[in-house]
Structure formats: structure tokens, C-alpha cells
């Protein structure tokens, strides 16, 4: 994948050489053995896997961005995103999904990144679009999982449970913009990078109802380990390896 | 609350207008549902509720802004903290109360730039105090208190049970310029941001102890679905309600 | 240590000074009673004390600075870190070592700090080097470690176990820039900072069995309450105080 490799050095080029100075030839130089593992094994072999396509690990990715805070970082995978054949559009879905798992401030932080990228890329965002939710496929599987909600948290935090059943599984997973796959993709993926492996077994069974398979979810699992550390992504591991998922 | 909307795209205007060019008029416009959601969930519905006031909503957000690191946000929400009335300097207080809960790097870097927000305010920093301490109201339970750190870390980490009785527990809690109550209402914001699960029960009973409501904790849980993401919410309200709290 | 916080004042002046306006004669200001306790309980006493040298402390605070991607504070961190006495070798080993435990884009940020801090310095990346990875010391025992790997996470994520026994184990433990000694130094404080605790029992033993002491372990929890906060350092005492060390 030396496209993707080539444009992550552009990128570094045009952010970083003034910076370092110009004895400096190297992209980044001061690690020499993180700069030859992100061009081996990252680029020329992690992104290369067929377990899933780059456009998935690309939303992958731009989660574990976004929910860990890598302002400088994420120029480059949205424009690789886009690269790799995610629609404006859908990013603009992916961001505003991951401000409901990751938090507010990290997505509009991200916002404004993303709409750099687009200015730089001639994305108008005036062709962006305000999505609307589509009805519930099943009304009283809606209906059943807003009880559950509210006799899990409807009484410590009457707040929660009016926001999850309103904002969150009433509109945002109905939104048009991701379909269900993908959003169940960027959930799971912002669980695994934040640690919340209490809520792993729900959202990966989501998942599997929503067209992701176990092996995608494995592969998810490992490009996490990169993207958001070993430790997160064993963590993962554990749990879904307990959930005895159907090949 | 559409003064604080202003407030917030007013802030956006001035700090992202130039990167995203010309052609964008609307505040960030990449992302055109989350800037809706922010608009008519965040400020004209979450932050009107009246079970925390803004007051309490600014210093559990300002926390979780630090926690997280995240800079770009925090010029606004020390400013809405301002409008909102917490004082110059409880908000010294609660930069430094949250040092000890999220890192001292977190809270210098918020230091920064709650200097820039002071002086663009015309606050100035000569007039904040520093502190002094109060004398423990129980001296018998400080006493019984130290006794339990020293049980429970003493002999793992006797650097930790050093520091957790003189600094924190002998000093920090017992400082003026912030109540025991928001220095509570601080501290479980932090631990619920940060995913810090096994603390929380010990947290909640305290600040119930200073004098929170079993409410607000359950509207600090919904403040925070926002600004630290769904997943550390309902951990967190998992938690409490294990805890069977008094109404 | 006096000399360590002249250097922090310097780089805070050098970067903050502008931003906080003519008025202030204070490093920050805007949190006097932070500013003290920095400079009276974080430089005067935490890194003073001798129950870990001030080298390995420079390496916990790096890490717990790169895992929260506290990329302001990192210049001034990189730059006591040499001053401490780590190499600038060390130094690329532990920014690219860290890469696999906070992952590939903290890492690469903190990269981009340290090509800047070398560079100001006079120090040249041409002479850094890319470094080899040594034989496993005990072939049975690496035969023996990659089978314990596949039966863990083999089934559920082939390229996590894969990745776990070529890039981590079959490579970057055995490369000679950092010592085994200092890698579980880094990556156990990596695991505390991150709240990794079911990950902290293994590698602590690694640790002991790599030349770290108990002391030195308690040592750790205590530098990383103040550089990731006193609830990860409660919970990572909780964990090793059920590990029953040896003294």
C-alpha cells in the first residue's frame, strides 16, 4: 500500500520539516525504528490484510483518532478515508456517530479538521447534508429496547435513559447517512480503543446482526492493537473470545 | 440557552473561519448533523434542564474537557463557566483539584489556557490567591482516615499513602476556594470520564456526605453521556445503581 | 531539584508568555496554588525522592505524557529526560517501544516533539540508528511464549496473535537500543496510565523477573498518581498488592 505510505509522508512533510530542521531528511527521523515499523509492517503489511477492506479499517481508524484525541494525526486518515473510498458524506455520519460514543468535544474537534480536509480536497460542504432518521424496521423491537433502557438506568439517571431512547437508538442509528453496519463498525471501535470492555459483548452482537462478521471483528481487533495499543486490543480479545461467537 | 450557543459559535468564528475558507458559512459545516445536535440537543435542551444547574453543568464539563485533554474546547467552556458564575477563582481551584485526579500535565495545559481566557476577560491573575488549607473539621477522622490509606497502599506504594495523606487528603480537600461539595461534584466527573469504576462508590458517598443530591449525581451521569460519551455513562450508571442510594 | 524546575519555567516562559499577556509575572498564574504545589511537591519532593533515580522517572513521566497525548508538556518532559541522563538512543527506543502500547499515532505525534527537541538541541537524527533485534535469549522459552499467544487470542484475532509473536515479542523486546529492564519500565507504566489493570500482574512479574525491584514498582504507582492521576495509581496498587511480591 505504498499510495497510502506516499501520502503519509506527504503529509508529514508538509506539517512536520520546518519543524525539524533542515539537517533533517528522514520524514520524522528522531525514531528511526518507528519510522521503518510504520512503513514495513503498518502500511506495507497491516493495511495490505484481506481479513478487511481498507475502507473499513479506514472508519476503524478514524475512530480510535478521534476517541483518543490525535488532532495532528487525523488530516491524514481522513484524507486516506476518502482515498480509500469512504464518501464525504459518511464521514460526516462517522464523526457525528462517534460524538455520541466518544463525547461532543472530541467530534467537533474533529469537525473542524474534517472540514479542513475538505476545503483542501474541494469537498464544498454545502453539499452535505442534514440526514433524517428513517422509521424503526421494527417497531416493537424499538419499543422493547427502550424498556430495557429504562430499567437499566431509568432510575439513577431519568437523564440517560431519556437521551439514549430520544437522541441516540430513536434517531442517530436510524440516520441515513451510515448505514448499521458501519455504525456498529465505529462503535465497536471506539469501545475497544476507550476500554469499555462492559459494553463489548452488546455492541459486537449488534454487530453481527448488522452484517458484521467474527472474522471482520478479529481484524478489527487487530488493527486497533496499532491504532490504539496491545493492551486494548488483548482486552477485546478476552471478552469476545467468551462471547463464543458462530464462525 | 441560546446565549451560550452564541457563545459557542461565536468562538468557533473566531478559531476555525480562517482553516475552513471562504465558502463555508455555516460554524463548522463538515459534519451538518452534529452541528444540529449540538445546536438543539446539547444547548437548547441538555444544558436547560433544571436538575444541575449551569453553574454545577460547567464544572462537571470543564472537568471532563481535562480529563480528556481536550484543549480546543476548553477556551469556550472556561469562558461559558464564567458566564454561567463560577467564580475566577473557584475555577483555580477546580484546575488544580482536577491535577490530582487527571494528571498534573492535564491540568498545567488547561492552566495555560485559562490564563489566555483570564486575560482576553480582563481578569487578572495577580488578583487570585493561593489558598491555605483549613484545619480538618474531624481530626479523629482524618486520623481514621489516614490510618485506611496506609492499610490499603502503605505497604505496596508507601510514595502513594505519602502523598494521598499529606497533599490530598491533609491539603487539597481542605483548601477555600472551591467547597468540598464541587470539589466532589469535580472528582466523581473526573473518575466518570476517565472510566474509573472501582472508585466511584467511594466518591459518590462522599460528595453525598458534602452535601449532592442522589439527582444530580444521576444529571452529572447525563452531562457526561455528552462530553465523555455514552459508554463511561452507563458504566458509571451501572455503578451507582449497585449502590442503592437514599432518594 | 531546582535545576529541573528553572528548565520547566523557562519552556513554560518561552511558550505561554505571549499568550498570557504583559501583566502576568507568574509562570501561568492562573492557578497560583497549582503553580506552587509544582513547583513545592512535584519538582522539590516526587522527583527528589530517592526510591527511583530521576533517569527512571524521565521514562515513566515520557510514557504517561505520550500515552494522554500530552503533546504541550512533551518538549519540556524530552528535554529533562536528557538532562536525566537518558540517551537520545533511549529515546527513540522508547517512543517507538510505546508505539505498540498507546499506539502507532500517539507515538508518531510524539515523534514530531522529540525531532524538534533533538534539533534544538544540536543533536543529529542521522546519527541515530535503526537497531537490529538480538536471538531470543532462551529459544524454548520464546517457542513456548508464541504458543501461549495463539491460545489466547489465536482463534479470535489471527493477526493480533500473529502481529503478538512476529513485530512484539519476535522483535521489538529483543531490539538493543532500551534494555529489557527499561521496556517493562515503560510498558507497565504505559498499563497504569492507561488503566490496562488486567494486563498490569504480567507484566510486573516480566518486570521483577527483567531486574525491576518491588520498591521500585510502588515507586512507579507513585510518580504516575501525580503524571496520570491518583485513581489509576489506587487502582494499579490495588492490583500488585494482590500480587504478593516478594520483597
Known amino acids: 500500500m505504498m499510495k497510502a505510505y506516499s501520502l503519509f509522508l506527504a503529509m508529514l512533510a ?17 525514531a528511526p525504528n518507528l519510522d521503518d515499523d510504520v512503513k514495513n509492517v503498518v502500511f506495507a503489511e497491516l493495511w495490505e490484510r484481506p481479513e478487511l477492506t481498507r475502507r473499513d479499517r479506514s472508519l476503524v481508524t478514524i475512530t480510535a ?3 483518543q484525541g490525535h488532532l495532528e494525526s487525523l488530516p ?12 464525504p458524506q459518511e464521514l460526516s455520519g462517522a464523526v457525528t456517530h462517534i460524538a455520541y460514543y466518544s463525547g461532543v468535544s472530541a467530534a467537533v474537534e474533529a469537525e473542524a479538521v474534517l472540514a479542513r480536509v475538505f476545503a483542501q480536497r474541494g469537498i464544498k460542504t454545502a453539499d452535505l447534508k442534514v440526514v433524517e432518521a428513517k422509521p424503526a424496521p421494527d ?8 424498556e430495557v433502557v429504562l430499567s437499566m438506568v431509568g432510575d439513577v439517571s431519568p437523564g440517560l435513559a431519556h437521551f439514549s431512547n430520544t437522541i441516540l437508538n430513536g434517531d442517530l442509528w436510524l440516520r441515513e447517512d451510515l448505514s448499521p453496519r458501519d455504525r456498529s463498525l465505529v462503535t465497536v ?3 475497544i480503543t476507550q476500554g469499555n470492555v462492559e459494553q463489548i459483548p452488546v455492541h459486537v452482537n449488534k454487530g ?5 462478521t467474527r472474522a471482520e471483528i478479529g481484524e478489527v481487533i487487530t488493527q486497533l492493537a496499532f491504532y490504539a495499543g ?3 486490543a488483548f482486552s477485546a480479545a478476552a471478552v469476545v473470545k467468551e462471547m463464543d461467537l458462530p464462525e
Chains 1, 2, 3 share one sequence.
Open 208 to 212: 453481527i446482526g448488522n452484517g458484521l
Open 76 to 87: 491524514f486518515q481522513f484524507a486516506l478515508a476518502l482515498e480509500n473510498g469512504v464518501e
Open 189 to 191: 471501535s471506539a469501545l
Open 65 to 67: 483518532e478521534i476517541a
Open 230 to 232: 496491545w493492551p486494548r
Open 14 to 30: 508538509a506539517s512536520a520539516t520546518p519543524a525539524v530542521g533542515a539537517e533533517s531528511t528522514a520524514p520524522l527521523g528522531a
Open 139 to 146: 417497531a416493537e423491537a424499538a419499543k422493547a429496547q427502550r
